[in-house]
């Protein structure tokens, strides 16, 4: 089982990942690709977008929080950071989502993932 900060660097690291993989997608639009499939992938893309607004949300305000500092190597959740545990719960939720949208935008592109 990791720790918070293992879990919450591993969000961090897996939210970059997500957007570099998005900016990737981006740029394929301008290939050859048919206007129903752009129009698909731009659709499913918003939610990406305001998905990962909240990301950016969430993680400024982990880091802001302190906790990294305060307690950067206990086992556990500390009973009085239910804040930074619930926002990583909502971050950890939102990534999966990320994660299901691109997977689908890179399948309407014929990647197989």
């Known amino acids: 089982m990791s720790t918070p900060k293992e879990e919450i660097n591993a969000l961090f690291v897996k939210w ?25 992938i731009k659709d499913k893309m918003q939610d990406f977008e305001t998905n990962e607004a909240r990301c950016r949300t ?19 959740w500390p009973a009085n950071r239910q804040d930074v545990h619930d926002k990583v719960q909502e971050l950890s939720g939102l990534t999966g989502g990320m994660h299901s949208v691109l997977k689908e935008c890179l399948e309407i592109l014929g990647v197989t993932v």
């Open 58 to 76: 969430l993680l400024q305000g982990i880091s802001n929080s302190g906790f990294l500092k305060e307690a950067p190597e206990v086992d556990t």
């Open 16 to 40: 970059d990942d997500l957007v570099k993989v998005a900016k990737k997608i981006y740029g394929k639009l301008e290939g050859d690709v048919s206007q129903a499939n752009i129009d698909k």
